[in-house]
């Protein structure tokens, strides 16, 4: 089973400042089935990012996702007010086909 | 526009029943796998099912397995979880979730609760 660790847990930073977010797998990807999602208390998810590095529909050109192999990263460029959440990578695979990961909690500062 | 919308939440006793529904509209439902995720209260995402467009492929996580059922009407364009033997650990926000291309969870509804609780 492959196992995504994200770090940090908690990020505190403050508006218009970088973000970036670290997801770590535990064996080798496959970078087109590696996505990021965005989660607020109360609401559904939202879709980020898919394929390591392509952005969903609609999502600003603010968040970007790069990486390859084992080590995968969503970086914010500049922090607004709406983007703090939670936020999840997820792998599609083999047994379990979906694993996502724990969490990276963006705070503000 | 995409929606999804989940329904059948509550609360029920532990070895109890619940059919979760999901009404899918804004698109062509016969052509997209659907999957159900699942968050209990403070742990992060877990995805109980999955089910192709025929309905012919489908998978468990192992915490459900021989519990769970998935299904899906394309007819009426809606998902469902048939779910049995309820626990406590089965507590969770469900949402259903359309499958994009890349196995990416590109569409998700609002989520409905279930509570397993004596």
């Known amino acids: 089973e492959i196992v995504l660790t994200q770090s940090p847990g908690t990020l505190s930073l403050s508006p218009g400042e970088r973000a970036t977010l670290s997801c770590r797998a535990s064996q080798s990807v496959s970078s087109s089935y590696l996505a990021w999602y965005q989660h607020k208390p109360g609401q559904a998810p939202r879709l980020l990012i898919y394929?390591?590095?392509s952005r969903a529909t609609g999502i600003p050109d603010r968040f970007s996702g790069s990486g390859s192999g084992t080590d995968f990263t969503l970086t914010i460029s500049r922090l607004e007010p709406e983007d703090f959440a939670v936020y999840y990578c997820?792998?599609?695979?083999?047994?379990?086909?979906?694993?996502f990961g724990q969490g990276t909690k963006l705070e503000i500062k | 526009q995409v929606q999804l919308v989940e329904s059948g939440g509550g609360l029920v006793k532990p070895g109890g029943s619940l059919r979760l529904s999901c009404a899918a509209s804004?698109?062509?439902?016969?052509?997209?796998?659907m999957s159900w995720i699942r968050q209990a209260p403070g742990k992060g995402l877990e995805c109980v099912s999955y089910i192709s467009t025929s309905g012919t492929t489908i998978h468990y996580a192992d915490s459900v397995k021989g519990r769970f059922t998935i299904s899906r009407d394309n007819a009426k364009n809606s998902l469902y979880l048939q779910m049995n033997n309820l626990r406590a650990e089965d507590t969770a926000v469900y949402y259903c979730?359309?499958?994009?291309?890349?196995?990416?969870?590109?569409?998700w509804g609002q989520g409905t609760l279930v509570t397993v609780s004596s």
């Open positions: 394929g390591a590095s």
């Open positions: 997820q792998q599609y695979g083999s047994s379990p086909p979906y694993t």
């Open positions: 979730a359309r499958v994009g291309g890349r196995w990416e969870l590109e569409h």
């Open positions: 804004g698109f062509t439902f016969s052509d997209y796998y």
